[in-house]
């Protein structure tokens, strides 16, 4: 079964009973873990829990498909649900799970699959989302507006709230990956102490130089054509298991960004004035470089850099190259103009 977006959140939260088996996959792998740790807890709270909780990976039930139904036809020793939890999981498992959803053994157990981006011809994907008893989630990478409204909810679990500006901040700066969000937010909690306030200052004291800049390390290297931390930064975020399409979706927002500074020096505005209007705020560490950035990219060279991004999103998702491929190529061709 294929769940209609507005219908995710109530699933998470309170699964239907019937379904026994849930794929998630999509582009941010952060979201996929987080959504696969939340739904899990709703079938056993502690996801360490070696009689209550099993984990597999996709390529042990490819070479052994019959595990995968003993699995989850077993019974857990300290009563309760079972949840199978099946990670890294490729079109290679689609014969293993034909075969259980064809045959569900009897209990209540529930297994999670978690994959990367499967395309639309995917045929695991294919499958959960026409089977009965199972439900396909995608999880693509989050708006600002989105991740905002995660951060709100999380900060309000820790007894905090944030100022209006604090959050676009913190939405702004860590859009690109649910768990690096969250863990950050388990840092701000620690970092604000007694206070339950959050203010602009205090996101970016504890936030700003951390998370998002390692997702925007390579943006920020193509934008200054630094070629030798483009390549290093890139080749670190891949070996992570960073998916190109958040890189690709966060040098769109720098360089829409930059598009906002050309406009208002092309107005008459200085670039530093310009930068300094930026909203959400520039964090303050960063406004040099991105001065600096600005003076090398005028409006039309900007438009262009925004062009070849969105074509490489589309290109990943459309072409059989690999994506990765893709998206240095594309953030290398950027950092030759900012060379020009």
Not at 36 to 58: C, H
Not at 141 to 168: F, K, N, S, Y
Not at 179 to 194: D, F
Not at 213 to 241: C, K
Request: hydrophobic share 45%; glycine share 8%; with cysteine.
């Amino acid at each position: 079964m294929k769940l209609q977006a507005r219908a995710i959140d109530g699933f998470l939260r309170n699964p239907d009973p019937k379904i026994r088996a849930v794929l998630l996959y999509g582009p941010d792998t952060g979201l996929v873990r987080d959504r696969a740790m939340g739904l899990g807890r709703t079938v056993a709270a502690d996801l360490s829990d070696p009689f209550r909780v099993t984990e597999m990976l996709g390529r042990a039930v490819a070479d052994d498909p019959a595990r995968l139904a003993d699995e989850a036809a077993a019974l857990s020793f300290t009563g309760g649900r079972r949840l199978i939890r099946v990670r890294e999981a490729e079109d290679n498992v689609t014969l293993a799970f034909t075969a259980f959803l064809g045959n569900l053994p009897p209990g209540d157990s529930l297994v999670l699959v978690e994959a990367g981006d499967l395309g639309n011809r995917s045929k695991l994907r294919t499958l959960f989302e026409g089977a009965d008893g199972a439900v396909a989630i995608p999880c693509y990478v989050e708006e600002e507006a989105a991740l905002g409204r995660v951060i709100a909810d999380i900060l309000h679990g820790h007894g905090l709230t944030a100022d209006p500006d604090a959050l676009t901040f913190l939405a702004g700066n860590l859009v690109g990956d649910r768990m690096v969000a969250r863990g950050e937010m388990e840092k701000l909690a620690l970092y604000m102490g007694t206070e339950t306030r959050v203010r602009l200052e205090d996101a970016q004291a504890c936030v700003g130089d951390s998370a998002a800049l390692s997702l925007d390390e390579p943006i920020w290297a193509a934008a200054e054509g630094d070629f030798a931390t483009l390549d290093r930064s890139l080749a670190r975020l891949f070996a992570e298991g960073m998916s190109p399409v958040p890189i690709l979706r966060a040098a769109q927002r720098h360089f829409q960004r930059l598009q906002l500074v050309a406009g208002q020096v092309a107005a008459g505005k200085s670039a530093d004035a310009a930068v300094e209007a930026l909203r959400p705020p520039v964090f303050f560490k960063m406004k040099p470089r991105l001065t600096g950035q600005a003076r090398r990219w005028p409006a039309p060279l900007v438009r262009q850099a925004l062009e070849r991004l969105v074509e490489a999103e589309a290109d990943c998702k459309r072409t059989n190259m690999p994506d990765q491929t893709l998206c240095a190529r594309v953030l290398f061709q950027l950092a030759s103009l900012a060379r020009r």
